[in-house]
């Protein structure tokens, strides 16, 4: 028997009918979910062709992307932005109603950015196939799913056969070896991945995440490396389950229970890429080097040690970027005043994350000037973080404390970064105007976000940690 | 909606729009996603390059030329990164685009637009400098021969994967195609304990 990666495992066992010259393969996929943003129209195609759901009970929608972060008014009225923001969530609300879809919407204990309530309710389960109208799906590869994010036509496809046309993407391993340092999170592990390989090294591979510095994180910081995948262009990334998914995932919602789950979790472990496997492509990453990143430029690729500075820019196109983030090349993080913190989102928006964040600012103050939103990924997030009160070590340090949603990640409803401002963010894009119109974004951790909130510029976390442990 | 016009060949003048890395976010910006149709994107097309915030036009090309003209767009390299709204490739067939051409076109904006019968042509790095370097120019498209051809006479090959490139030409829709199926995919579930 020849030696199977990951990748191949997963991609094998949800072929429907397999990829020829002149055809792609039927790959099944075993979970969809939706949000209100990228699903109407193939609400609509459905409906012009006469066709319901196929599988409602694989199909599971959520309202993150358009709604406010603000609490309704007494009359039980959100502030959405805008009254066509309002009809997208009513047309979800009404699309899901009419095909028999669970739809966690405002009500439900589970609303929440889909790609963190889809792990966070077992949704998500090692060896599926996982698919939205969202480029980080991704994310859900830290499960060892093949997660990948689709178009609208594609969310019209599956709703309609639970199958999508697809071609074999290439593998490529990255592996992560030795040892963070202290301070080193997750998100500096995937901003190290990404400004090694290029904005498009990954275009047309299925990554798999492996190595010492990999099985060390937890699943929260796995899924932050999964769900920069797409940032290298990547069509997914991956992490083979190991017992650390397994304790994670145990006793949630939709998972199997009791013995059920023993069984399968027995299959999960069999997921990992088999010794002597061959990728297309791979590549390694000392762990032991990595230290808290922060992005320079206009793309996530972009990024650099905060200790390092700011580089000087080697061609046109970091030229350029440095020329829209105001800053000149060769100068200290340290300079950047920083207008807007954005805690939140779907690659840094769990407990792990508010906890990082929370324990850099307990005590201190953000700094004058700065307008710091804690947003929680969940409802879930938002019920747990309050029992730790971890919402009131953010409302006292003077940051604001938001519903569950997409929010300043993609400024789609309301919460936004002014023209000019400077963003210190978590979430996972730094496009020129993707926080609003004329916005600069500096994508880290949330320990540097944090750290930048309190210090009013772009600042290495370790040195409040430092002072911690004196 | 559901059978696209079948592509053969076409000849246009190119639109060139230099900077590399041109995101979705640019192609439109996520404060224009609230819509529920895919029509009349085109005037949002490049929204923040084109209009002040008070809505006023910038001096910017797009502004200026007329779209029924240049209906072939040379993007920088590296077009097409960024989210998965298929929002982009809809704005940019409204706007009057028929094909995109890079030297790198990003994979789900690459099959957003073989979806909606836009063309994505990929071009080797000199390819790409002799469009640059005459962007007025008047190149042919010929889906057929998978042929581009520029003004001065040099015709390039280029590669679509052929099931979109079938799909294109003879306009076959592709969730039919899935859905003749569909006796498959339940043979499917029954075996792989998939089944409702
Ligand atoms: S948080 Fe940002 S990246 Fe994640 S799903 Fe929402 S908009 Fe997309």
């Known amino acids: 028997m020849t030696a199977k990666s990951l990748f191949e495992k997963v991609w094998d066992a949800h072929v429907v009918e397999p990829e020829g010259a002149d055809k792609p393969a039927v790959l099944y996929i075993d979970l969809h979910l939706v949000h209100e943003v990228t699903s109407p129209q193939a609400f609509s195609e459905l409906d012009a062709r006469g066709l319901k759901v196929r599988r409602p009970d694989r199909t599971f929608a959520t309202l993150d992307h358009s709604i406010p972060t603000l609490a309704p008014d007494a009359d039980g009225n959100r502030p959405y932005v805008t009254a066509q923001a309002k009809k997208q969530v009513e047309t979800l609300e009404a699309n899901a109603a009419n095909n028999g879809l669970r739809l966690f919407g405002y009500d439900a204990e589970n609303r929440g950015v889909v790609h963190v309530i889809g792990p966070e309710m077992g949704l998500t389960q090692p060896g599926y196939t996982v698919v939205c109208g969202d480029s980080h799906t991704s994310t859900h590869g830290a499960f060892g799913c093949i997660a990948f994010g689709i178009g609208t036509s594609e969310v019209g496809h599956v709703l309609a056969t639970q199958c999508l046309a697809q071609r074999k993407p290439k593998t490529m391993r990255i592996t992560v070896d030795g040892k963070l340092q202290p301070g080193v999170t997750g998100k500096d592990v995937a901003l190290t991945v990404i400004a090694t390989l290029g904005f498009s090294g990954g275009t047309g591979y299925a990554l798999e995440y492996a190595g010492d510095v990999i099985r060390e994180l937890d699943m929260e910081g796995r899924m932050t490396v999964c769900n920069l995948s797409i940032e290298a262009g990547a069509r997914c990334g991956m992490i083979a389950p190991d017992q650390k998914t397994i304790d994670w995932l145990r006793g949630r919602q939709y998972v199997p229970q009791g013995e059920a789950y023993d069984e399968a979790a027995k299959g999960w472990l069999a997921l990992a890429s088999d010794e002597g496997a061959v990728f297309d492509k791979e590549i390694r990453i000392d762990g032991s080097t990595i230290e808290p990143m922060a992005t320079w430029g206009t793309s996530p690729d972009q990024g650099a040690a905060i200790v390092r500075g700011v580089p000087v820019a080697g061609n046109e196109d970091q030229e350029r970027a440095l020329k829209y983030m105001g800053f000149t090349g060769g100068e200290a993080r340290e300079v950047e005043k920083v207008d807007v913190v954005f805690i939140g989102s779907c690659t840094n928006g769990r407990m792990a994350d508010l906890r990082a964040a929370a324990a850099i600012m307990k005590g201190r103050k953000v700094a004058p000037g700065v307008r710091a939103l804690v947003v929680p990924g969940s409802e879930w997030v938002r019920i747990e973080a309050e029992k730790e009160g971890l919402h009131e070590i953010f409302l006292e340090a003077g940051a604001e404390w938001r519903l569950p949603g997409c929010s300043m990640c993609i400024a789609m409803n309301g919460d936004f970064v002014l023209p000019g401002q400077l963003a210190v963010s978590t979430s996972n894009r730094n496009f020129e105007g993707r926080q609003g119109p004329g916005s600069r974004t500096v994508l880290a951790s949330p320990a540097t976000a944090a750290a930048s909130a309190v210090a009013g510029h772009v600042a290495d976390p370790r040195q409040f940690m430092a002072l911690e442990e004196a | ?196």
Request: charged share 20%.
């Open chain 2, 1 to 196: 909606m559901s059978n696209q016009e079948p592509i053969h060949s076409f000849s246009s003048r190119i639109l060139v729009l230099p900077e590399a890395n041109i995101d979705t976010d640019q192609i439109i910006p996520a404060r224009f996603l609230t819509t529920t149709t895919k029509v009349g994107l085109g005037k949002v097309a490049f929204n923040d390059w084109r209009y002040n915030a008070d809505g006023s036009d910038k001096p910017h090309i797009l502004n200026q030329i007329d779209p029924t003209e240049h209906r072939v767009l040379v993007g920088g390299n590296n077009f097409g990164c960024g989210s998965s709204r298929e929002h982009a490739p809809w704005a940019l067939m409204d706007y009057g685009f028929q094909a995109v051409i890079s030297t790198e076109i990003a994979d789900i904006f690459k099959s957003n637009c073989l979806k909606n019968g836009l063309l994505p042509v990929v071009v080797s790095k000199e390819v790409h400098d002799k469009l640059l370097a005459n962007p007025q120019q008047r190149v042919t498209i010929d889906l057929q021969q998978n042929a581009l051809t520029l003004e001065d006479g040099t015709v390039i090959t280029f590669e679509v994967e052929a099931f979109a490139r079938q799909c294109l030409l003879e306009g076959v829709d592709a969730m039919g195609w899935l859905l003749k199926r569909l006796p498959d995919i339940e043979k499917f579930e029954q075996s792989h304990g998939k089944a409702a």
